[in-house]
């Protein structure tokens, strides 16, 4: 079956741009989730939607940073007015549990973002 | 920030070796998790070993967790060139988010 897609694979942004990545996750699963891993870094965690909601939103590094999920499926994670610190891969992750201490996560092949 | 660190930061070998990382974190889990990534993308999920457990085996993969000291350990038996990658380990907390905080990571290459 499909896995977790994210568009664009690459953006090029200039510094003050808004910026929207996109993610389609696993059909069915509660669970969604994005991180944010700079080069050479391990992963960090942003954002958690339980179906639509988003009950830990404790990553998002700034207001500049939102997030939304409809339909229990796709999410839309925006950056608003980029700074070159933004650069990095963002990955989503789709899980079919509703959290509940944690389960694999099944990930996309994430969005390069680079802001010039 | 990050909940665990993760040793060696890089590991080579050769072919058929065995390959040990190291993974330590801070805070009490509910369950920690090995990924793999190769070419800086998507992550792929390896193994899952919950608190209660000390051992689990998956194929050629070997994990292992002590909650007294808080770390564990990622064992890959007779290594091949295609487990060239980045393995990262990630603690899930009790409670009802699931997100999962991830360690910087092991570099490994296998040389054939």
């Known amino acids: 079956g499909a896995g977790v897609s994210q568009s664009p694979s690459n953006k090029v942004t200039e510094k003050g741009k808004d910026v929207e990545l996109r993610c389609d996750p696993i059909?069915?699963?509660?669970?969604l989730y994005w991180y944010r891993q700079r080069l050479g870094q391990g992963l960090e965690f942003l954002i958690y939607?339980?179906?639509?909601?988003?009950?830990?939103k404790s990553g998002l590094p700034s207001d500049r940073f939102s997030a939304e999920r409809t339909g229990e499926s796709v999410s839309t994670l925006t950056i608003q007015r980029t700074q070159q610190e933004d650069s990095a891969v963002y990955l989503c992750?789709?899980?079919?549990?509703?959290?509940?201490?944690?389960?694999?996560?099944?990930f996309g092949p994430g969005t390069r973002l680079t802001v010039t | 920030s990050q909940q665990g660190e993760e040793d060696p930061q890089a590991l080579s070998i050769q072919e058929g070796e065995n390959a040990t990382m190291n993974c330590s974190y801070k805070?009490?889990?509910?369950?920690l998790q090995w990924y793999r990534q190769n070419s800086g993308r998507g992550l792929v999920h390896l193994i899952l070993?919950?608190?209660?457990?000390r051992e689990k085996h998956s194929g050629r993969l070997r994990v292992t967790l002590d909650t007294s000291k808080k770390s564990s350990s990622l064992l890959i038996t007779a290594s091949r060139a295609a487990d060239t990658a980045s393995y990262f380990c990630?603690?899930?907390?009790?409670?009802?988010?699931?997100?999962?905080?991830f360690g910087q990571g092991t570099t490994l290459q296998v040389k054939p």
């Open positions: 070993i919950r608190s209660n457990e």
């Open positions: 805070t009490s889990i509910n369950n």
């Open positions: 059909s069915g699963h509660t669970a």
């Open positions: 990630a603690t899930a907390s009790s409670g009802n988010t699931g997100k999962l905080i």
């Open positions: 992750a789709s899980s079919p549990a509703l959290g509940g201490g944690g389960r694999e996560q099944y």
């Open positions: 939607f339980q179906g639509n909601s988003a009950p830990d």
